[in-house]
């Protein structure tokens, strides 16, 4: 990233003449409507020793309106929903309504006293009191109060999800909760106390706990724990979390070691942080422009530049030359920075310069402002269009336009600025009737057209020129500036997948795409195959399917006039649990429930007992088979449930908040130890003991029955297994552990023995069996296997002496293979009691 990139500014215009009420294609006269939104880059601010709000436009860096809320001298707080505004005085607790059309403003009759914060969803308008703990909740239409408020003692900064669920933290327990139309939910002790944030990230909930060092995306359905990823973070740090909204990636600013962390739920670790700030620098919570975090430096009164792509600072900005808590806001490809106690003001541009703005003049602060609701009448000042700004009026000389005197302006749309080759949209704004229009467009070329669209050939800025006749004589010409930038990088899409590869019926699936070159101004998903196309312009994109059938997945990302697609076929399966083999020799007849005939995506079967668990597509959990200890006997309300794992007689399930469920061993089954209580991320039950995986990398292992002889000197912890570990596989008297690196370790007890090298490229462990990249299996410790080792393995089922190769066809890993059933092709295999299972 170079620093002209950086330093690029918009070149804007002052208007000076425009008195036009009309936007005029032909004859035609167009009011203004009701129901007409804020345009793209406009912004309420709070002006609290004004008690104004202030619509700055960020195109054009300058004041669009200002509207009295409230007596000065207090704070004012805002919110945007929709293009209405919302803003709340903390002088007299009054919540106000700016309606984005007319500007009309109205104010509740139910006070929020001591309220510190307004959040406006599409359902629901909040107000927030984090000392005392209040929430309070209005039709954000109307301003009704809706039930009661509800006091939860102090809590954290709170949020609000892209479906308008507020979420925050409790100080005092650490508990998470949500509220959503009026239902408060829990999930009790799910922070550390006083150590834990909160912030959207795509549209979604995620928290970072400082005392775990740990950042986590969070289900917005059941406030579980959907993807963790490990910070270098301490207990005593003081953080401020900010969410892309593009992406599940959280930028973590810890203020007391002035560094940014930056925390991609994609990994499974965040990126090392980088150090930002210096001596008396406060940070403060961090917001993405394009691919440049701007972190906002409290105690000196400036921002920082960071380049997310290389994690490198790339230079400060100075707004303030005062420590100052300032407003650092992100909407619409722009950055409004905001002094909520003072005049000042400003912008920073999509190419990270900026531009200063005057709020109101702190002499006269009433000047040219609209009255608050009760003291006149008159609506606020109408914002001009954003590209107005661009538009001069010239001199007509001796020429009058006819029918009295009335200016020409030039309308730019969607702004004025462009890319080399990106198309602008050009119009003329007049009271008169239109005749013909003449443009010139400041590159040599020239047309004609009340509206048309032009683009640019090479950088730099124009003046277009519109000449106007009405009736036969000319009108006031007119001229606009229009800057263009060099060409746009274009989006790029390198793949297109889905998360999980193999969907099931009833699955929620995430689609994904690496993307690079030009962050892309809109994503279009289109999901087309049996029922119907299903469309979606969400980056985070999730789809359930209804059916099993050869789906095709389409996404375009375009940036200005650059477009480009790519597809990708996937065939999503139904998820039936079949028999498909079973030893004649030694007869056993369990046969799967009826409910695990479809949306069932994982099966775990008993290596050293009879039983099986399905795990299905809702979370949910059936068991079948040898039920002497209970290990068949699910808790009653299992669900949640994302892992599950069958031991010889006991079951495991791992729910999406890292809490491990343990049933069965009968009356001499041991609890689960606090270390595998909660961050965990994978199960493996073994033949007499449980071994959990936690987000710290640490492994921990227990014992099914209390005083078993066979596995008491397993239950050792060394310290070789308590650090690095990403992928555990319990045996009958063993453990494999994958570190990060690809080593493979043998964890007996006290004795940690090394199985394999990073060289052997091990990517998974599975039933004592290694994974390479190209499915390759390695046998531990490694020797040449019996038979040659088969490519493009997916998945095994070493009780069965069978794998799956990526088309699904069952191949032998040993010399014993029965025949396979005609067109068996599943996506997983178990075994147990001598019974193999296959998901189709």
Known sequence: ??????????????????????????????????????????????????????????????????????????????????????????????????????????????????????????????????????????????????????????????????????????????????????????????????????????????????????????????????????????????????????????????????????????ATDCRPAISVGQDGSELGTPVEL??????????LGRVWLVDLAGMRVLEQRQLFDHPKRFELIARDGWAFYNDPDGELAGVFDPHGAVHPVTKYNPSQSGEGVSPAPGQG???????????????????????????????????????????????????VRTTNPITSVSWDFGDGSTGGGTSLRHAWAQPGSYTVRATVTSRGRSLSPAAATVTVAEPQTPPQIGSVWTDPAIPIIGQRVGMHADLSGGTPDRRQWTVTGPGPTVQSTDP????????????????????????????????????????????????????????????????????????FLALKADGTVHAWGNNTNGQVSVPPGLSGVVAVSAGRDHSLALTAGGSVIFWGGGATAMPIPEEARHDVIAISAGQGFSVALTSSGAAVIWPVHKDDPEVKDLIVMPQEVRHDIVEIDAMYANTLLRKSDGTVLNWSGARVTRQADPDLGIVRIKEGLGFTRDGSLIRFPPAPTEQPQQLGIQAVAAGCNSAIQADGTVVSITDSFPPVPPGFKPFALATAAVLCYGLT
């Open 540 to 611: 985070d994109f999730h789809h359930t399917f209804d059916s099993a059938g050869k789906y095709t997945i389409t996404l375009t990302v375009s940036r200005g006039a650059a477009a480009v697609t790519r597809t990708t076929d996937v065939t999503v399966r139904t998820g039936q649990v079949t028999l498909w083999r079973d030893w004649s020799w030694m007869p056993v007849d369990y046969p799967p429930p009826v409910a695990v005939g479809s949306g069932v995506t994982a099966l775990s079967g008993s290596q050293w007992g009879e039983h």
């Open 1 to 266: 990233m170079t620093g002209n990139r950086i330093r690029t500014a918009l070149s804007l215009t002052v208007v000076l003449g425009m008195v036009g009420a009309v936007l005029a294609f032909g004859d035609t006269e167009d009011t203004h409507a009701p129901g007409v939104r804020l345009r793209s880059g406009e912004l309420w601010l709070g002006s609290g020793q004004a008690g104004q709000v202030t619509l700055v436009n960020g195109p054009a860096a300058e004041v669009s309106g200002r509207i009295e809320v409230g007596p000065p001298g207090g704070r004012i707080r805002t919110a945007t929903m929709d293009g209405t505004a919302f803003a709340l005085s903390s002088t007299d607790g009054a919540v106000s309504r700016i309606d984005g059309g007319t500007h009309k403003v109205t104010t509740s009759e139910r006070r929020s006293p001591g309220a510190t914060t307004v959040l406006a969803g599409p359902r629901d308008l909040y107000t927030v009191d984090t000392d005392r703990g209040v929430i309070d909740r209005f039709d954000p239409k109307t301003l009704a109060g809706q039930g009661s408020p509800e006091q939860i003692g102090p809590t954290g900064d709170p949020v609000l999800d892209a479906t308008g669920r507020l979420w925050l933290t409790t100080q005092e327990h650490g508990d998470l909760m949500w509220f959503d139309a009026g239902s408060r939910h829990t999930r009790p002790a799910a922070s550390t106390p006083g150590k834990s944030a909160l912030a959207i990230t795509a549209g979604r909930p995620a928290m970072v706990d400082s005392k775990r060092g740990v950042a986590e995306l969070l289900n917005p359905d059941t406030g579980e724990m959907i993807r963790s990823a490990r910070a270098d973070l301490r207990p005593a740090d003081h953080l401020a979390v900010g969410g892309s909204p593009g992406r599940s990636r959280l930028l973590i600013a810890v203020s007391n070691r002035n560094l940014l962390v930056n925390c991609d739920f994609s």
């Open 377 to 427: 009448t008159r609506p606020g000042t109408r914002p001009g269009n954003p590209a107005e700004v661009a538009s001069i009026s010239l001199p007509s000389g001796a020429q009058g336009p006819a029918s009295g005197s009335a200016d020409v302006s030039i309308v730019v749309t969607p702004r004025a600025q462009s890319a080399v080759g990106e198309e602008l949209g050009l119009a």
């Open 290 to 299: 394009g691919d440049i975090a701007l972190v906002p430096d409290y105690g």
